[in-house]
Structure formats: C-alpha cells, structure tokens
C-alpha cells in the first residue's frame, strides 16, 4: 500500500476481506499509527516529509520488492495519479492498481486533458498553459475574467487561486507555481475561466481491460474551502434523470477516450444555467468514493483489485441502481474561524458514535499524533439513509455527539452546515461558505451552554481532587463549619476566560461564572462525569481530564477548557506587536528585514504547512524592528517570527 491514514487503513481492510496479505510502508511520524499495525508487513521510509518518503516511488518499489509483494496500491494523493511511477511499477514486474501509464499521462496535464475530452466531445472551458515567458495578460484577457490559476500537475485545491484583478495575476501565477512544486513535484499551471459559484457535480466511472466502461451514478462536491471539497453527497440535489443520463454518457465518452481501466472519477462544473463543463479526470480513488458505495452497495476497492486481476466488470456494476441517500464530511484538524488554519497536537480521545446508517474511515485513533507534514484530514464520517434529510440529521448527531479531544477541528462547521436551511434545501455550490460566513466564524452558535461547561469541567475537577485526598476524602473541598469564600478556578475557551467560583452549602451548590449567577443543581459528580441541572434542564456531561486540559461534551456542545494558572508567567507574554506563528510549519520566505517600514496587512512572513502556504502579516504600521526566523526554518505555533514597532500618533 503506497499510502498512509485512512486510505491505507481502508484499501488494507479490503484486501484482507479478498484473502491478500498487504505491506504498508511508513515515514518516522507514521511508525506507530494504526495503518502500520493493521498491515501484514510494513517497511520504513526514512524520514518526515512527503518528497522522502512517500513521493519516493523507488523506495516503495524496493519495499515491494524486499517482501514479495506484487501488486501496488496508490490510494489517492502522492503516486497515484504519477505515470512514471506507473511505469516503473510494470518495468519492476508490479501490477499498478489503477489505469494504464497512458492514462495517467494524458489526464497528467489538464490542459492536454481538456483538448482531448474536446475532441471526445466533452464540453470544456477554455484554457492555456503558462511559464515565466508567457504573456500573462494576454491570455487571461483571451479567456476572460475571473480567470482561475490551477496546477497542471495535482489537484486537491493546492496550486489553485482564483483572481479577479488584473494586477493581481503575476503574483498568484507565482504563488499557484510554487504550491503546486511543493504538494506535486511540478509547478506547472494553467490559466481556465472561471465559472462563479457553480455546482461541483462529478461522475464515477469503473472500467476492465475487456474494454467496457460503465458510469455509477453521480456525486455533488460543491461545499468547499480553499478548493478542497468538505461535504460530499450522492446522489447530487440538483441532478434529475435526465441531467444524470447526459453527465453519464459525457463520464463513459471520457473514460473511453483514453482507455481507461479500474475506478476513476469525471469531475465537472454546473453553471446557474444547468450546463455542465469538464473540468478533469481523477485517475485513482476519490476522498469521496464511500458514499457511491453506500448507494450502490458496491467495494469500489475490491472493483479495483478484481480489475486488476483481470476480471471483467460484474452485472452488479454494469446494473448498479441508487438506493437512498449518502453524506459525508470531511472532519479536519483546523481552526475555521481563524481561516481553516491547519491544526497539530495529541489527539487525547477520538471517539465517533456509532449510529445505524454511519460509517467512519479514518486513519488515527487516542494518542495519534497530527503532525504538520501531511494532510490534517482525520476521519471521513458518512451516513446514508432513506432520504437526504434523514442522513442529514444522522450525521449532524454522529459528529455532535462525538469525543474529539486534544486538536482543534472543523466539526462545528460540519455540524452547522448540516442542519442549516439552505443546504437541507439543496442550495450548494461552490459559494454557500461564503455566502453562509456566519458558520465560518462560529457567530451562530450559541454561547449560552459554555457557563454549564465550565462549571462542569470545575466540578469533575473537584471529584477528582476528593477522591484522591488521603483524608476525610468524603466531604467536598474548601468545606467549612461556617461559609467561607467560594472555590475558585479559571479556564480559557478560545480567548475568552470563564472564571467559575463554587461553594457547597447546606442548600446545596451556589456557582457563578465570571460574576453570574447560575440557576444550577448538582445532581452527580465523578471525575469523568457531571449531571446538572440548569433553569429547570437536567443535562449529563462527559468530562475528560488531561493535563492543563478539561474537555466537556455534553448534549448542548464540546469545549477544550484550557487551565488558566493561578500565578502568570511573565516570561510567556509576547511583545507588543509581535507577529506569531499561528500554526507549525516551515519558512517559506521572509518579505522584510529590521528598519523596514511597513503597513498594517502587509506580508512580511510566508509559512508553508500541510503543503498550503499561510501569509503572516503586519499588525500594524509601524517598522520592523526584530526578526527572529529565516527560510528553511521549523516553527511551532506561538513561536514569534517578527516585532513590528507601532510608529507614534
């Protein structure tokens, strides 16, 4: 398996239910996650970073070759859509599980693909490569504006920028370029028209090596950030039969068109006007395969080793039928109100509940650690159900009621986006997060319950420190004769700070917090578990303790309480003015040096991580007065990059 996380752990699963002993090969961060375990064999990849690790094609072949292994599965991302790793994988006498060399090649370029889907018949939008000696002008004003800088190499939303201003093309054709070399190994680009908030519909298509190719229905993609998809849904709201007929015909017209064997996906772009575009052939496995699978009942996986084997393609395949209706979400480790800034830490629990109708892929488990050198996607979780609403509410509930501690994720967004108006009507494209920012910056939600979560998180506290005192371990803390002051202890949630203070009376518990008084009754109280009721709702939450850490889920919502210490360190308070990593990653460029005068918004740091380049920017006006990093550095979060001195009134 030349991959890693939950597509490893999954094509793995698989392969094991078809009776295949499987090899995994790992990097240094991976050595203990759970694909390496569930593997027969698994051979090391000395390292951390992709490009020596898992972009190494020569180190997996001589993997393969040191276990006796004769078949290669690339997952998506990495490999799997790399010609020439491919080839070497037939030259090594490996079966490649996936299309042909020629395939892959001649989707490799997008804009090569395009003329021959043009060719094929396929609609296309109109496009042309670029490099340093192009006239970037020139062909942005003959394709049109807003024009969309996209990697010719790759995909996932890396290289991609979307530019509306002339005079902002140089700049993003350059930035688009070096993403692209980073995540693909290729900086080439390309310029295509951009279509404004569009529908993402794309099509899987399954084919043998006895020529047939067949279409399984269609996928909408379209609730997306930074160019990556989040939600998935199949069938797709805004496809009828007849849309449906056409977009299949236009998958199979495609995947004859370059002969193309095993799964693949046919991606396309849906105006207002319900014309469809060709966007590209993903020639491997999509992030989003689960919920085809949920609504045809079909392994596309399995398809994809009996493809490989040389089997033809089974009547349930070529007579696959829709049955119901599947949602996933893609669950991050990101901070979304920040801008989806990737997000890195120990994973203390990770527990999905499991519903009827639910399904988890996911590559970690308690303890993983998310690291800053790949992907910070961390499960895929997908509901399918009779109808759209139904699979809806299932998988809003599964992710609500979760236990994800320790890394900040994206599960609140998921969880608004599934119960908001809009989407349960159908209405996505490519523009609902922006039109819907409110679920982006988390204003929505309602802060009234992180009172009861804070008091709860103190009292689980407090079990904890009774049970272990040596004496009198039966009466409550700070319990006096006579009524004294109240127990006191501070949390942090984001950047706001709950002061809660308690004292346990012959009436029972009075509480506050930050100076508010709480309607409360303390109904039970362990160190792992705390029953409240608050104005009249009794409500039970789950409390998981870890160092310097409460994390509280209950029926109104989660929160990681950080600990506030009672006595301050000054040392840990930053300068004023100072620019602060706001994720681990690495120097990419440093755009200022001491004495520089700059404005407030100006980059003055580029970071790169998870293969995304994050702009750190001026505060203030003022100048540069320090700067402590240079390219090539490891940065961990918080970690002050630059001082920007305010300049006086």
Known sequence: MANRGEIAARVIRTA????????AVYSDPDADAPFVRLADEAVRLPGASSSETYLRGDLVIEAARATGADAVHPGYGFLSENAGFARDCAAAGL???GPSPEAIASMGSKLEAKALMDKA?????PGATVDELSDLSAIAADIGFPVLVKAAFGGGGRGMRVVHDPAELADAVAGARREAASAFGDGTVFLERFVVDPRH????IVGDTHGEVVHVFERECSIQRRYQKIVEESP???VDDALRAELGAAAVAAGKAIGYTGAGTVEFVLDQDGRFFFLEVNTRLQVEHPVTELVTGL???????????????PPEVTGAVLDGHAIEVRLYAEDVPAGFLPATGTLHRFRIPELPGVRLDTGVEDGSVVSPHYDPMLAKVIAHSRTRAEAARTLARALQRAEIHGVTTNRDLLVDILREPEFLAGGTDTGYLTRHSVLVSGDRRSGDHRHSQALAAALASQAANRGEARVLGGLPSGWRNVGGMPQRVAYSLREETLEVAYTFRRGGLTASVNGERLAVRLLAATPEAVELEVDGVRRRYAVHRVPGWSFVDGPDGSAALA????????????????LLAPMPGGVVRVLAAPGDTVSAGQALVVLEAMKMEHTVAAPVDGVVGEVH????DQVETGRVLAVVEEEAS
Do not use: C, M, N
């Open 16 to 23: 094991h239910a078809l009776g295949i002993a499987t090899v």
């Open 95 to 97: 079966t490649f599980v």
């Open 121 to 125: 018949g396929v609609p296309v939008l």
């Open 201 to 204: 519909v794309e099509v899987q």
């Open 236 to 238: 797709s709201p805004a």
């Open 299 to 313: 392994d596309l996986v399995a398809l994809q080793l009996r493809v490989a084997e040389g089997e033809p393609l």
């Open 563 to 578: 600990e506030v210490p009672r006595f301050a360190d000054p040392d840990a308070v930053a300068h004023a003015g100072s």
């Open 629 to 632: 990093v240079g390219p090539g």
